[in-house]
């Protein structure tokens, strides 16, 4: 009896370890409780006449040599909830839980008019709002599929809020 106890407790303690590496890292805990403490102006995160095909063959390459995730923030400057998000992403804690994970492109989608051929490379045939998010894995696949425009109203969520919702993708 002992022994098979012993036995199902080493099995347990094995499938936890291995489940646990699945799971996915810890967000960070971030410094400020609310998102009118950013520092301001808040930051114009995109660049207008960027090549984003060339940024983002890039980034996937970078995100495949550092064994990171590729996201993709496509936005706008004008968006409010945009330059939010990338002000959260650039609080120190953030950002360092971010450079730890990911390889970061920001795409200029204008209006929701340019560059729309990025998120439809990944099935996204329109954007839901802005941000949109892509969550790339090193195989190319989209992580976040469903949940691409979940951040489009950064401005009603915390600035743990997001970083938990980045943190998620990073099993």
Not at 116 to 121: K, N, S, V
Request: neutral net charge; aromatic residues 4%; charged residues 20%.
């Amino acid at each position: 009896m002992r022994r098979a106890a012993l036995g199902g407790l080493l099995a347990l303690g094995a499938l936890a370890l291995a489940s646990g590496s699945a799971m996915a890292a810890a967000a960070p805990k971030v410094s400020i409780a609310s998102l009118a403490q950013l520092s301001t102006p808040l930051p114009y995160p995109y660049d207008e006449h960027a090549d984003a095909d060339a940024a983002v063959k890039a980034g996937l390459a970078q995100a495949r040599r550092e064994h990171k995730l590729l996201l993709i923030d496509l936005g706008g400057n004008w968006c409010p909830d945009c330059r939010i998000l990338a002000g959260v992403m650039r609080l120190p804690e953030v950002a360092s839980f971010v450079s730890a994970h990911y390889v970061v492109v920001p795409v200029d989608v204008g209006r929701e008019n340019k560059n729309l051929q990025i998120p439809a490379r990944w099935g996204v045939k329109k954007l839901d709002g802005v941000p949109s998010v892509l969550v790339v894995d090193a195989a190319g696949h989209l992580k976040d599929a469903g949940h691409v425009a979940a951040l489009s109203d950064a401005r009603s969520m915390s600035p743990q809020g997001l970083a938990d919702w980045l943190a998620q993708w990073t099993n």
